[in-house]
């Protein structure tokens, strides 16, 4: 790991972390661009910082201070979780919890309940339609939806639309589902706000418009494999500690970089 790759970030509170020298951290993360969270390609490089996501710059900032080296894995989002049930990776940068997801991730926790106070980020996913479609959204029920609703594949937010029978008969991933919603081929699609924006910003997509009420509000988090987790519950906990001091340090420098809406 090159030490001097997020020199510029503030030092943070001290807190114990003891000797991990040489600790190798696999990380899982999808291969598709999700700006300004994170890269399709993520590195641990310095001409990397600020270039690849704010999600991975915490990473990055956080491990260095743990002298934890990071080994980046790209996959699609399925693959990642298929190799953090068999321990091929350590950790998956990022992802919402969900109970189901336990079978395979452990999330920081204090007092048996998920501690939301060590997420990485919170993520607000809204929904994003033709400025022309009649599709509403009133914060618990989906109107005029004939051509469905979609969401990136794999995430709690298709689940959901599943649950509530709105999806179409094939899913897309983001870019091609905002394309089909700027020709009137899909109803709606339910993307984070931010990388939407930007989604939206780079396409010069000007006919897709976000619905008034938010979809869902989710912490996301960097959960661990169960075989890392059980060998190193320590260096977990304090990462994940880091990771909390570092959003809080951070927040508002990453929010100005990355030209998002501050936390």
Same mark, same amino acid.
């Given at each position: ?7 510029i ?7 114990? !972390?003891?000797?991990?020298? @040489?600790?190798? =951290?696999?990380?899982?993360?999808e ?10 390609? =993520? ?14 710059d915490? %990473? ?12 980046? !894995? ?8 298929? #190799?953090m049930?068999t @321990?091929?990776?350590?950790?998956? %940068? ?10 395979? @991730?452990v ?12 997420? %990485?980020?919170?993520? +607000?996913?809204? =929904?994003y ?13 989906? *109107?005029?939806?004939? =051509? ?30 905002f394309?089909?919603?700027q +020709?009137?081929?899909?109803? @709606?699609? !339910?993307l ?14 000007d006919?897709? !418009?976000?619905?008034?009420?938010? #979809? ?15 060998e190193?519950?320590? %260096? ?8 909390a001091?570092?959003?809080n ?5 990453? *929010? ?8």
């Amino acid at each position: 790991m090159n030490h001097n790759s997020l020199a510029i970030l503030v030092p943070l509170m001290l807190i114990s !972390v003891g000797s991990n020298a @040489g600790a190798l =951290l696999r990380v899982c993360h999808e291969n598709q661009n999700y700006p300004p969270y994170l890269s399709a390609t =993520l590195s641990t490089d310095s001409d990397s910082q600020h270039k690849q996501g704010l999600l991975a710059d915490l %990473l990055n900032a956080s491990a260095q201070q743990l002298d934890i080296e990071i080994e980046y !894995v790209s996959a699609p989002w399925k693959r990642c979780i298929l #190799f953090m049930k068999t @321990g091929s990776v350590d950790a998956l %940068l990022s992802a919402v919890h969900d109970p189901s997801r336990e079978a395979w @991730g452990v999330y920081p926790r204090q007092g048996g309940q998920i501690d939301h106070s060590r997420r %990485l980020w919170t993520a +607000h996913y809204r =929904l994003y339609h033709h400025q022309t479609s009649p599709l509403t959204w009133n914060g618990e029920r989906l *109107s005029h939806n004939s =051509l469905g609703v979609d969401a990136p594949p794999g995430y709690k937010i298709h689940k959901r639309l599943k649950e509530m029978g709105a999806l179409p008969e094939l899913s897309h991933l983001p870019e091609h589902g905002f394309r089909m919603l700027q +020709h009137k081929r899909l109803d @709606g699609y !339910v993307l984070e706000e931010e990388t939407a924006k930007q989604l939206i910003k780079r396409e010069g997509m000007d006919k897709i !418009v976000p619905a008034q009420k938010v #979809f869902l509000e989710e912490d996301i988090f960097l959960p661990f494999s169960h075989h890392w987790f059980s060998e190193h519950p320590q %260096l977990a906990n304090q990462l994940w500690n880091i990771l909390a001091a570092q959003r809080n340090a951070q927040q508002n420098q990453l *929010s100005k970089i990355y030209q998002i809406s501050a936390q």
